[in-house]
């Protein structure tokens, strides 16, 4: 069994998904973070919001893709995401 963060395991569950079917991005520390609909850039490479964007069970979401998706978390422009967990669990670090 994989040690998945608990937000994986959700939409695992939500949507019946099998742990050898999970695709688990992880980016470099200097990357860009984008909308996991459209690809929109979100996340500078410094970890601040370049726009609003909405932390959601299902990923990081923009403005124009959140529809009536729950948002856990709204980060406005300019907001400092560096510090919040789910954006260090996503870097690669091997
Ligand atoms: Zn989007």
């Not at 973070?33 to 500078?44: E, F, H, K, P, S």
Request: proline share 2%.
């Amino acid at each position: 069994m994989k040690n998945y963060p608990e937000h994986i395991r959700k939409v695992q569950r939500d949507f019946d998904i099998p742990d050898e079917d999970v695709i688990e991005v992880k980016i470099g520390e200097e990357e860009v973070r984008v909308c996991d609909y459209c690809n929109t850039v979100l996340i500078d490479e410094k970890g601040t919001a370049v726009q609003t964007a909405y932390l959601t069970d299902y990923g990081l979401i923009c403005g124009g893709c959140i529809g009536t998706t729950k948002q856990n978390i709204a980060y406005l422009e300019g907001d400092s995401v560096f510090h919040e967990r789910w954006y260090q669990e996503g870097i690669d670090r091997d």
